[in-house]
């Protein structure tokens, strides 16, 4: 007799997908030992004996009905779907789940079957696993190379995709979660499969799932810091009381380890079922769940948990509780996702708001910066200017440069390109959505019948203007802090968005980015509209706005628009 699934797929064969299994001297394998016995089930690569627990059994979802719902654009009933159904740690569903859920995300041409090994091949010139220890990428984290249980083999598995991968995204600078979660996908997929999701997940569409620079790791801990004060405020205020001073914040910098490298492994899964579709805020959630239930239990009569245990220990405190956790995977969910008013539109406020001012620090500190460009000189190839030159009736070549030295440093990685202009396209909003709205970033360019020239570097979508919030509402304003508008003539300025400079108490109103529907766009507002344009794209209006605090773009205000021109930005040929 042979054991199979609920779709009829043989345990013994689902098994052998996986590259690895977990190490015979672990905890772990002396209990799925122990289920084997009884089930004459073959080498599940985790366990969990609630497989083995009598009674009524879950009304699990299955991996078709999870399918379905992706396929027809259903996120928020998948996300419902990920976060309640409780499947047993070693669940058949996640090797064909957490492909979908990675995939889901991936950007650019599908890799073709083979892809991989050729990337090992050019990568080690053959696809055996040497022998000898692999170099790993110095994007890596020695200290959190964290293996879960998987044996010699599997970790030298997991030591050459993390290789292939860095060997395939240059960019990458700093990356000490990408072995971890590596590491976790390994215990129920392929070497190949492994590939595939991590690839999705480091240039994801529009989520952020694995920071990949020193400067955004920093922007994470900080992030979680500034949510906790307001929805975990009663745990933060405790641990302030216990480390005055410096020492809570560096609690703070350990955060995604009390999740990665604290949580029980039955625990770490759940969660991961929830953050392969819905990304990093999933993390966020969870830790300051922990924080929750960390203060809840370490307040609570009779717990070991006392105040002069935990400041005695006070950097290990949190890492301790998480390995001993006393609450299930299902109720560790419930109270990370239970929190309420923290959305994805206020943690990606928050985040933005952290790394523009980090940004501005480093600016002023002085501090190295990235290289900005590819291209000689820090400017576009001269293809490209040439382009420029032939198609704009905007732009000149000293114009395109000043442009350029305002652009964020990781679009000059790139190279400008025409998407549209009213002299060959025609005045027509629908037009304009059409040419550009799956475009990201774009530079609208505005000539006046006055001869001003002037516009905006717009950071996100247009297509977001029909984008919904958690409760179906379509939000009116859209975009980010990168978001800034520029004058070239007959004044040249740059005017950022004022939350670089820090809060000014402007609220809402400083965060006013683009807007957008069939009859308008919008660009700026609070108090005014930094450039607004009708649907016939022939007239428009500047003012003074808040979100940028810049004067009118033209003297009069009110203008005749003669020419439109968007530009996008393309990978080098």
Same mark, same amino acid.
């Given at each position: 007799m042979?054991?199979?699934?609920?779709?009829? &797929? $043989?345990?013994?064969?689902?098994?052998?997908r996986?590259s690895? @299994?977990?190490?015979?001297?672990?905890?772990?394998?002396?209990?799925?030992?122990?289920?084997?016995?009884?089930?004459?089930? *073959?080498?599940?690569?985790?366990?969990?004996?609630?497989?083995l627990?009598?009674?009524?059994?879950? *009304?699990?979802?299955?991996f078709?009905?999870?399918? +379905?719902?992706?396929?027809?654009?259903?996120?928020?009933?998948?996300k419902?779907?990920l976060?309640?159904?409780?499947?047993?740690?070693?669940?058949?569903?996640?090797?064909?789940?957490?492909?979908?859920?990675?995939?889901?995300?991936?950007?650019?041409?599908?890799?073709l079957?083979?892809?991989? /090994?050729?990337?090992?091949?050019?990568?080690f010139?053959?696809?055996?696993?040497?022998?000898?220890?692999?170099?790993?990428?110095?994007?890596?984290?020695?200290?959190?190379?964290?293996?879960?249980?998987?044996?010699?083999k599997?970790?030298?598995?997991?030591?050459?995709?993390? $290789?292939?991968?860095g060997?395939?995204?240059?960019? &990458?600078?700093?990356?000490?979660?990408? %072995?971890?979660?590596?590491?976790?996908l390994?215990h129920?997929?392929?070497?190949?499969?492994?590939?595939?999701?991590?690839?999705?997940?480091v240039?994801?569409?529009?989520?952020?799932?694995?920071?990949q620079?020193?400067?955004l @790791?920093?922007?994470?801990w900080?992030?979680?810091?500034?949510?906790?004060?307001k929805?975990?405020?009663?745990?933060?205020?405790?641990?302030?009381?216990?480390?005055?001073?410096?020492k809570?914040?560096?609690?703070?910098?350990?955060?995604?380890?009390?999740?990665?490298?604290g949580?029980?492994?039955?625990?770490?899964?759940?969660?991961?079922?929830?953050?392969? #579709?819905?990304g990093?805020?999933?993390?966020?959630?969870v =830790?300051? =769940?922990?924080?929750?239930?960390f203060?809840?239990? +370490?307040?609570?009569?009779n $717990?070991? /948990?006392?105040?002069?245990?935990?400041?005695?220990?006070?950097?290990n405190?949190?890492?301790?509780?998480c390995?001993?956790?006393?609450?299930?995977?299902?109720?560790?969910?419930?109270t990370?996702?239970?929190?309420? =008013?923290?959305?994805?539109?206020?943690?990606?406020?928050?985040?933005?708001?952290?790394?523009?001012?980090?940004?501005?620090?480093s600016?002023?500190?002085?501090?190295?910066?990235?290289?900005?460009?590819?291209?000689?000189?820090?400017?576009p190839?001269?293809?490209?200017?040439?382009?420029?030159?032939?198609?704009?009736?905007?732009?000149?070549?000293?114009?395109?440069?000043t442009? !350029?030295?305002?652009?964020?440093?990781?679009?000059?990685m790139?190279?400008?390109?025409?998407? @549209?202009?009213?002299?060959? #396209?025609?005045? +027509?909003l629908?037009?304009?959505?059409?040419?550009?709205?799956?475009?990201?970033?774009?530079?609208?360019?505005?000539?006046?019948? *006055?001869?001003e020239?002037?516009?905006?570097?717009?950071s996100?979508? !247009?297509?977001?203007?029909?984008?919904?919030?958690?409760?179906?509402?379509?939000?009116? @304003?859209?975009?980010?802090?990168?978001?800034?508008?520029?004058?070239?003539?007959?004044?040249?300025?740059?005017?950022? /968005?004022?939350?670089?400079?820090?809060?000014?108490?402007l609220? #809402?109103? +400083?965060?006013?980015?683009?807007?957008?529907?069939?009859?308008?766009?919008?660009?700026?507002?609070g108090?005014?509209?930094?450039?607004?344009?009708?649907?016939? &794209?022939?007239?428009?209006?500047?003012?003074?706005?808040?979100?940028?605090?810049?004067?009118?773009?033209?003297v009069?205000?009110?203008?005749?628009?003669?020419?439109?021109?968007? %530009?996008?930005?393309?990978?080098?040929?």
């Amino acid at each position: 007799m042979v054991a199979k699934t609920p779709e009829g &797929i $043989s345990l013994e064969n689902l098994s052998k997908r996986a590259s690895v @299994y977990i190490d015979p001297d672990c905890d772990l394998y002396l209990e799925l030992q122990y289920l084997q016995s009884r089930t004459e089930l *073959n080498k599940c690569t985790c366990f969990d004996l609630r497989l083995l627990a009598p009674g009524k059994k879950p *009304n699990l979802k299955t991996f078709q009905d999870v399918q +379905s719902l992706i396929q027809q654009g259903k996120k928020r009933e998948a996300k419902l779907v990920l976060r309640e159904n409780s499947w047993p740690t070693n669940s058949p569903i996640r090797s064909q789940l957490w492909p979908a859920l990675c995939t889901q995300h991936h950007v650019g041409k599908t890799m073709l079957d083979g892809f991989y /090994w050729d990337m090992v091949n050019q990568v080690f010139g053959t696809t055996e696993l040497p022998e000898k220890p692999i170099m790993l990428p110095p994007f890596v984290d020695s200290t959190h190379c964290l293996p879960y249980h998987l044996t010699r083999k599997g970790r030298a598995v997991a030591d050459r995709v993390v $290789s292939v991968l860095g060997y395939a995204c240059p960019d &990458i600078t700093y990356s000490p979660t990408l %072995y971890p979660i590596t590491a976790i996908l390994l215990h129920f997929m392929s070497e190949e499969e492994c590939y595939h999701c991590m690839a999705s997940l480091v240039a994801p569409k529009d989520k952020v799932f694995i920071t990949q620079t020193k400067l955004l @790791y920093e922007v994470t801990w900080k992030t979680v810091m500034q949510i906790a004060k307001k929805h975990a405020k009663s745990a933060v205020l405790y641990l302030s009381r216990l480390c005055p001073g410096q020492k809570a914040e560096r609690i703070f910098m350990d955060w995604c380890w009390w999740v990665l490298g604290g949580l029980p492994f039955p625990h770490l899964v759940r969660v991961m079922d929830c953050f392969f #579709h819905e990304g990093i805020k999933v993390f966020y959630r969870v =830790a300051l =769940a922990i924080l929750i239930l960390f203060h809840k239990h +370490s307040t609570a009569t009779n $717990s070991e /948990w006392d105040a002069d245990t935990i400041k005695n220990d006070i950097d290990n405190a949190l890492p301790k509780f998480c390995k001993h956790i006393p609450v299930s995977p299902t109720k560790l969910l419930r109270t990370a996702f239970s929190i309420r =008013a923290l959305s994805s539109t206020y943690i990606s406020r928050i985040f933005l708001k952290t790394e523009m001012v980090l940004k501005s620090k480093s600016v002023l500190s002085g501090s190295k910066q990235m290289v900005r460009s590819r291209s000689s000189d820090n400017l576009p190839t001269s293809q490209s200017q040439v382009n420029v030159q032939m198609m704009s009736h905007t732009l000149t070549i000293r114009e395109l440069f000043t442009l !350029w030295s305002w652009l964020p440093v990781r679009i000059t990685m790139y190279q400008p390109v025409l998407l @549209y202009t009213t002299e060959e #396209h025609g005045c +027509s909003l629908t037009t304009f959505y059409v040419r550009v709205e799956q475009h990201e970033p774009t530079l609208l360019m505005i000539k006046t019948c *006055n001869n001003e020239v002037f516009g905006a570097y717009c950071s996100s979508r !247009w297509f977001e203007r029909n984008l919904k919030d958690d409760r179906g509402q379509r939000q009116a @304003y859209f975009g980010t802090g990168e978001t800034f508008l520029f004058s070239l003539y007959p004044e040249r300025a740059k005017y950022p /968005w004022v939350g670089i400079e820090g809060d000014k108490g402007l609220g #809402h109103a +400083s965060e006013l980015f683009m807007a957008a529907d069939s009859k308008m766009i919008t660009i700026g507002g609070g108090q005014g509209q930094a450039i607004w344009m009708d649907e016939n &794209i022939r007239f428009g209006k500047t003012d003074r706005c808040q979100t940028f605090n810049n004067p009118p773009l033209c003297v009069s205000g009110d203008f005749e628009i003669r020419v439109l021109e968007v %530009y996008g930005f393309v990978e080098c040929e």
